[in-house]
């Protein structure tokens, strides 16, 4: 093992090691302009505060991801996140993921246990149909939400992006640091459907004011990341 390699242990026999490299992973990222008490009322603890990013209105995260090679598992994944920093520190703004339903155990164990990010096992699949792509995240047998975006590649490289998520990890205010890909393929905000079914994730998204058109929408395919092991805020 090199020595720049952090080994955090081991879960179901799998080894856990830092950086963790994704190799290859499909991603859609929408933004959204939301109310900012509406956004402050799903930030649990009081470690951070959600960013005002213009008077009352604050950023709304939505990371449509599906993984195909990754040590954790070639899994889905929906991240919904507010734009958040630790309290009084502006200059540290980062994304704290409320929540993320996945389809797989494993990585659910190791987000949780490892990074203190709030995985649940979900119904949640990806469907490539012709030029688009849709997105059902069903949970406890209720449909949560249906997203259908339309599948734009580019030949322009992807935009290398440093950035941190913030969490809790056994009750501490934790920073995850990473690097990942931003798709270069930027899809018109009018041509991406969100519909909300039932159950408490949409009705927090209904809260939020949606669905309605993102402020900003973009997708890539062959993307990777860098995760770097959690520490203290």
Known sequence: MSSDTTHWGEIDGVAIDFPMMV????????TY???????????PGDAFEVLEVAPGQAMFLVALVDYVVNPWGDYNEVNLGLLAQPVGQPERAGAFVYRMPV???FTMKAGNQVLGLPKTVEDLTFAYEGESVT???????????????????????????????????????????LTIDLGAGVIDPADVEMELGTGAIAEELRSLGLPRTPD???YGEGLTGTFLPPRPV
Do not use: H, N
């Open 216 to 218: 900003m929408a973009v």
């Open 103 to 105: 389809d797989q155990e």
């Open 23 to 30: 190799d290859d992973m499909r991603q859609a990222t929408l």
């Open 33 to 43: 302009t939301v109310p900012i008490d509406a956004a402050r009322a799903l930030l």
């Open 135 to 177: 997105v059902r995240l069903a949970s406890g047998g209720e449909q949560v939400m249906t997203v259908t975006f339309p599948r734009v590649l580019s030949d322009d490289a992807p935009t290398v992006t440093e950035t941190i998520t913030y969490s809790y990890l056994d009750g501490v205010a934790t920073e995850l640091p």
